[in-house]
């Protein structure tokens, strides 16, 4: 797994004045991950949603095939706070899921649940696969 995300600055961090990754920089690179490593796992990161509306969505379309859900209990989300408006906080695990699998769905793949690896990889099926 190569993780690519955008740089977000934290405001109770020494690096909150910093400027943030963007979005297309981190298409750019996604893409080019993908193309120099086709069979590596990528995700399309909860940071790249947090940055634009529909950028786990445009990362998926950029080359990354992997989502991760956060299904932290709702209690304890704010102790794993990492860079602020992260996208989903407000959501349970439940609702969370679900509007992943919406979000998937509506580039043209479908969200297929596995361990998140490669071994088995003929009987599980990647991660997101395309519709076709």
Do not use: C, W
Not at 7 to 28: D, M, S
């Amino acid at each position: 797994m190569v993780g690519v995300g955008p740089f977000v600055p934290h405001t109770a961090t020494r690096f909150r004045n910093e400027p943030a990754g963007t979005l297309e920089q981190t298409l750019r690179l996604l893409a080019v991950v993908r193309l120099m490593i086709p069979e590596v796992l990528l995700p399309a990161t909860t940071a790249l949603g947090s940055i634009h509306p529909r950028g786990r969505e445009l990362g998926l379309m950029a080359g990354a095939n992997v989502v991760m859900p956060n299904i932290s209990p709702q209690v304890t989300r704010d102790k794993y706070l990492l860079y602020d408006g992260k996208v989903g906080t407000a959501l349970t695990p439940d609702e969370g899921v679900a509007d992943l699998i919406r979000r998937i769905d509506s580039t043209g793949y479908r969200a297929v649940v596995s361990r998140g690896d490669h071994r088995g990889q003929a009987d599980i099926g990647r991660e997101i696969s395309r519709e076709g």
